[in-house]
């Protein structure tokens, strides 16, 4: 009855002729200069590293720049539900 019977694979104990099996990762290229490599698990830990990433930043630019385009997304999704812009323009 071999019709019934499941092939198995082919065991191979390969083994280079010229590896040392000890000393060898693999890494990124920015670990180094990366906080938050290994963040807390869930959202409040990530959210927590990527705020402390943020204010332990030194780079200005970017500061301003995350901030702009915070800034303009806000008002788009503000306009985009109907919200009334006009309060913060002044009265004339």
């Keep these: 009855m071999g019709l019934m019977k499941l092939k198995k694979n082919k065991k191979f ?50 500061n301003r720049r995350v901030l702009l385009i915070v800034g303009i997304l806000v008002f788009l999704f503000l306009f985009i539900i109907g919200f009334d812009l006009s309060i913060f323009l002044p009265n004339s």
């Design 13 to 62: 104990n390969y083994q280079p002729r010229y590896y040392k099996g000890d000393g060898f990762e693999l890494k990124h290229k920015f670990d180094d200069q990366r906080t938050t490599i290994n963040p807390a698990k869930g959202i409040k830990g990530k959210l927590n590293a990527a705020v402390d990433d943020y204010k332990n930043n030194n780079d200005t630019n970017v």
